[in-house]
């Protein structure tokens, strides 16, 4: 079983798609021995173009499927609540969820892992700290407490009231 973290986002009916999504994953890949982890849901500044306020929070759980499976799921799921696949990579969003890490796999193919994201937006680092404090990137090898306690960009984000949807299976982190 391979440890998954995604990042799930929205600008769009944030409430309502970031919901979905994790409705969405709940009922994909989670159960009773493997439940979804959650961060808090954070509320940040779009990145990159000027546009609406995110809310963002990162997911955790544990899978047998493939990296690739993961992320045409993942994929999907986006289309599915009317996510563009030619939307261009900075604009605004229904529903994005990017898988962060598969384990601590360093691959190019099928997808980049671990997400640069993670090191340069504080909408990924801060709830992945509250996740997985302990945790090191593989690649730099520091843990995520870390990397966020040493974090030096100044980007607006800040934790956010929340109306999670009961799911039997979801457990919400906070600190």
């Not at 000027?50 to 047998?64: L, R």
């Not at 045409?72 to 009317?82: L, S, V, W």
């Amino acid at each position: 079983m391979a440890l998954v973290v995604l990042g799930v986002g929205s600008n769009r009916q944030r409430q309502l798609h970031i919901k979905a999504g994790l409705a969405a994953l709940h009922e994909y890949f989670a159960d009773a021995q493997h439940p979804l982890y959650c961060s808090r849901v954070f509320v940040s500044a779009a990145v990159g173009f000027a546009g609406s306020d995110f809310y963002n929070c990162v997911v955790a759980f544990e899978s047998d499927h493939t990296l690739a499976a993961i992320n045409d799921f993942c994929k999907a799921t986006e289309r599915q609540f009317g996510h563009s696949s030619e939307a261009t990579k900075f604009s605004p969003r229904t529903l994005d969820i990017d898988i962060l890490l598969y384990d601590d796999w360093v691959c190019q193919q099928p997808i980049n892992v671990p997400r640069d994201e993670i090191l340069s937006n504080a909408f990924v680092l801060w709830p992945l700290a509250e996740l997985l404090p302990l945790q090191r990137h593989p690649v730099v090898g520091t843990s995520y407490a870390e990397l966020w306690a040493n974090y030096e960009l100044q980007q607006r984000i800040e934790p956010v009231e929340f109306d999670f949807v009961p799911l039997p299976y979801l457990r919400i982190v906070t600190p």
